[in-house]
């Protein structure tokens, strides 16, 4: 079988066979990747503070004076005469009513102040080696980890080394 003298072909050919090696160079390598726990050794909280103000009304009793009662004899004639009486004739006036204290109001700003964790500062130990990351939710005494290995290559650029130490 003779294959027809094209130049087309024989292009088509050179670059089919070429490409092989071509695509050697640019190999991209699998990660290897697996998930394990870690022995978490501490969680600190890490906490927003937020401020606050509203208005209330603060309102303090002033001090009123008492009405002055007159004060009776304290013998113990007058005693039994005023009981005598109370008896026969009209009844002694009652004591003045509770005195109802004047009241100060104003109004007032009053600022309060809140704490509420938003994140977690995690320790933790993975085959002697210990990291630190920082994590949304409290991850009890174990975390679940992503572990992933990749050979070195020198060519090619590392990745960011977020979370470790």
């Given at each position: 079988?003779?294959l ?8 088509c050919?050179l ?36 401020r606050?103000?509203?208005?209330e009304?603060?309102?303090e ?6 009405p002055?009662?007159?004060q ?24 003045a ?12 700003e ?11 500062d995690?320790?933790?130990?993975y ?31 590392l990745?960011?080394?977020a979370?470790?130490?």
């Open positions: 079988m003779r027809p003298n094209s130049p087309t072909l024989l292009l050919l670059c089919w066979a070429a490409w092989p090696v071509a695509a050697q160079d640019r190999v991209v390598q699998a990660e290897n990747v697996r998930l394990d726990y870690a022995r978490v050794l501490s969680v600190e909280p890490v906490y927003q503070t937020l606050a103000t509203r208005t009304e603060q309102c009793d002033e001090p009123t004076p008492e002055a009662t007159p009776a004899e304290e013998g113990a004639i007058s005693r039994m005469v005023d009981s005598v009486k109370g008896l026969f004739g009209k009844p002694p006036p009652a004591p009513g509770p005195v109802t204290p004047r009241r100060n109001c104003r109004i007032v009053v600022g309060r102040e809140f704490r509420r964790p938003i994140a977690y995690v320790d933790y130990i085959k002697g080696t210990k990291y630190r990351s920082r994590l949304a939710e409290d991850p009890g005494n174990r975390l679940r980890i992503r572990v992933s290995i990749m050979p070195y290559l020198p060519d090619q650029p990745p960011p080394t979370g470790r130490p």
